[in-house]
């Protein structure tokens, strides 16, 4: 009898710790949702060393302000948030400037694969607003649960700006390829842009990586 009532008054409460370690999850996973991170690349365009940089926003596209190609912007800060549609994907947006504060989604233009931001009417129209997401080790942002599609591209200006290998076109070269078949309307200088394969680290705001926080103390 004693044995009978102790199993019985143990099933409510395996029940109730399971139902607390999921909900635990699930806060777990809002709250690494809402958790704000700048954007940084360790790269080296210039053939010096590799460095790392902070991807800044200007003028609708995610640029690297590295030391050799500094690119004035408004620092990436951002978070996952998901992005209203049916699909209900997580969606990513930044800060774009802080007084007034504003904020734009981040997305990548179907067209031209730069990686670009702008208001929810930007977004429209078959651009890739996600799935966004974060690598295993939580130290890299992926999309479409991938993190090593990213590439660094030479724009016009001579800066480098953000843009992701949808189908392996860009890394392989083959978009601007087509400019040797012969008319090469599109691109004067018939010189292919210049390109480097990047991972964007997500560099958290908080400080909440241990590596970040070692070292900074007196002890
Ligand atoms: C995001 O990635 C993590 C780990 O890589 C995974 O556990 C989680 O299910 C992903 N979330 C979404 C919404 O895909």
Redesign the pocket.
């Known amino acids: 009898m004693v044995i009978g009532l102790l199993v019985i008054a143990g099933i409510p409460t395996t029940i109730g710790v399971c139902e607390a370690l999921s909900a635990q999850k699930k806060a777990d ?1 809002a709250a690494k ?1 809402k958790a704000k991170f700048f954007l940084t690349t360790t790269v080296s365009l210039d053939g010096e060393e590799p460095v790392e940089c902070f991807c800044v926003l200007k003028g609708g596209k995610l640029w690297i302000d590295h030391p050799a190609y500094p690119m004035p912007g408004h620092k990436f800060l951002g978070w ?1 948030f998901t992005y209203p549609s049916e699909a209900q ?2 969606g990513m947006v930044s800060t774009i400037q802080d007084d007034p504060p504003a904020l734009n989604w981040i997305f990548v233009d179907k067209d031209s694969n730069m990686v670009r931001h702008g208001g929810r009417q930007d977004t429209l129209g078959g651009h890739t607003i996600g ?1 966004w ?6 130290q890299w942002l ?1 999309l479409e ?1 991938d993190a090593a599609r990213f590439v660094a591209v030479e724009q016009e200006n001579r800066k480098w700006a953000v843009a992701w290998d949808r189908d392996g076109s860009i890394r392989n070269g083959g978009c601007d390829d087509e400019d040797e078949g012969g008319d090469g309307d599109e691109d004067e200088s018939h010189q292919p842009r210049k390109r480097a394969p990047i991972m964007l680290h997500r560099r958290m705001q908080l400080g909440m990586e241990s590596r970040y926080v070692k070292g900074q103390g007196a002890g």
């Open positions: 996973a949702e996952y994907h997580l799935p997401n974060w690598s295993s080790d939580e992926t649960g």
